[in-house]
């Protein structure tokens, strides 16, 4: 049985209130979902009470789960990933970063290296980012992998917030045309 079909299955028998399921999907799932979580917010203790949020939510909307959509996986990974930026977007609001923070940060955003790039979609995606001017490439992946506000990225561009707005939307009609093979 592939791992896809058996997570799928999984989820609908927790849908079913089934509580040998849910320990199973766990077990089968924890691991690639702490890993979304930490990459995120970057701290392993907030990161296992955010996936212990994660999956009491799990437990609470299984039912809401549709395998016609998409995968279990895939609906798994949307909630962990969706409960990391909420928490690291709460703890922007909760202090007001400053620009040497904001350069930390971006000093510990990955690079898509080739371990990482283990699909044609990423490396294509890796390929056109590369083509993208490095400050817009830097702001896209502040703002849509790692969360950061437009007022983050103004700060710490040193740019009006309007100028953000159309540099990640000159960027992203930009991805789409070099991921479209224009």
């Known amino acids: 049985m592939r791992d ?22 766990y077990e089968q799932t924890c691991g690639r979902l702490m890993a979304i979580v930490l990459s995120i917010c970057r701290d392993r203790h907030v990161a296992e009470d955010l996936l212990q949020d994660v999956y009491v939510q ?9 395998a016609h959509q998409g995968s279990a996986m895939g609906w798994l990974t949307v909630i962990a990933r ?32 080739p371990d990482v790039e283990q699909t044609a979609e990423l490396r294509a995606l ?30 710490h561009f040193n740019i009006p917030e309007s100028t953000v707005k159309t540099w990640l ?8 045309s070099f991921m479209d093979g224009d």
């Open 4 to 25: 896809t079909d058996q997570i799928n299955r999984l989820m609908l028998a927790v849908a079913g209130r089934d509580t040998d399921a849910f320990r199973a999907l």
């Open 82 to 113: 969706h409960r990391a930026i909420d928490h690291i977007r709460s703890q922007a609001r909760t202090y007001a970063r400053t620009p040497a923070d904001m350069q930390a940060e971006l000093d510990r955003l990955p690079a898509l290296t």
């Open 58 to 66: 799990v437990w609470r909307r299984a039912d809401s789960f549709d």
């Open 126 to 155: 890796s390929a056109c980012l590369e083509r993208l001017q490095p400050e817009h490439r830097k702001a896209i992946l502040l703002a849509y992998y790692h969360g950061w506000s437009r007022s983050e990225l103004a700060l």
């Open 169 to 176: 939307r000159r960027g992203l009609i930009a991805l789409r």
